[in-house]
């Protein structure tokens, strides 16, 4: 699980969640006139709002923030473990709001004044909070601008140790290496003595110089592509190199991948377990 994929939202989820916790051990009813020494149960001891309210609630807070939190989708019943979550989010504030309406419940229908004075106590007051606040930022996440935003930013400076066998060279495109000032390959002309048909002091042609460097993918040639660390500003697909539409992986804000190659507008990147595949959309990338 990547934390840095979560978002703002998914923090108040998890605040939201906290609170409905802190909740369910506080009293869920209130009677006029009872002396302090009256015990009053709380959510743990009735059996329609821990289950209703309380523990629906805290496990829809849980799905929602896993599935932000893993690489591809899962899915419960043909159902994505995101929208089971806000179901079961929506449940609990639904069950919260009619335990404020009647908090007396069933003891109504046992004659008049039975009711007398019973209230929804300070826990069932918290939990429909909570349950509201829970269920408005699961919905309202993709939506509002300010809530998709990441919940951890990517670091501005980072030294990552290179996941590929050692510390890459100067010129390798990791972050904060020097870039090379030529082509790799490339070397000066030395001048020479003058040969048939050619001026005193020519420069004589290298071996390395007799042939040139075969073109890269995409028409542009080998040596104009450095490979470079970059970051993604949102998570993004990474697609297979033999063009299949199903991605391999996913790649997430706040780490580094290894740009290895330019596929025509995209990049063929390298993640941390070795697996290569496509990036098509590198608008906003940030490179190291």
């Keep these: 699980m990547n934390i840095r994929s979560l978002t703002r939202g998914d923090g108040v989820v998890i605040g ?30 009735s059996g329609p709002i821990l289950m209703g309210v309380v523990l629906a609630g805290i ?97 501005k400076a980072p030294q990552p140790v290179s996941p590929y066998g050692g510390q890459p060279q100067g010129g390798y495109g990791y972050p904060g290496a020097q870039q090379p000032a030529q082509p790799y390959g490339a070397q000066l002309a030395q001048p020479g003595p003058a040969g048939p048909g050619q001026p005193y002091g020519g420069a004589q ?29 949102v998570p993004r697909p990474l697609y297979g190199e033999d063009g299949s ?13 290894l740009a290895v190659e330019q596929r025509g507008p995209g990049l063929v990147a390298q993640t941390q377990d070795g697996r290569r595949g496509v990036l098509q959309d590198t608008t906003g990338i940030q490179r190291g």
Excluded: C, H
């Design 205 to 233: 042609p290298q071996p390395q110089q007799a042939a040139a460097p075969a073109p890269a993918q995409g028409g542009q040639p080998a040596g104009d592509f450095s490979p470079f660390w970059f970051a993604v500003p």
């Design 59 to 155: 496990i829809g807070a849980a799905l929602i923030v896993v599935s932000r939190g893993l690489p591809e989708q899962r899915k419960i019943a043909g159902i994505d473990l995101g929208q089971f979550g806000i179901a079961a989010s929506v449940l609990a504030a639904w069950s919260a709001l009619g335990n404020i309406f009647d908090p007396a419940s069933g003891f109504n229908n046992l004659g008049s004044g039975n009711d007398s004075g019973f209230g929804a106590g300070t826990g069932l007051i918290l939990s429909l909070v909570a349950t509201l606040v829970m269920a408005a930022a699961a919905i309202a996440t993709p939506l509002v601008p300010a809530l998709k935003a990441p919940l951890v930013g990517a670091p």
């Design 245 to 257: 539409p199903t991605p391999i992986a996913e790649l997430a804000p706040g780490t580094w991948y």
């Design 16 to 45: 939201a969640a906290v609170l409905l916790f802190i909740a369910s051990f506080l009293d869920i009813y209130s009677i006029d006139g009872a002396p302090d020494s009256v015990s009053l149960p709380n959510s743990w001891e």
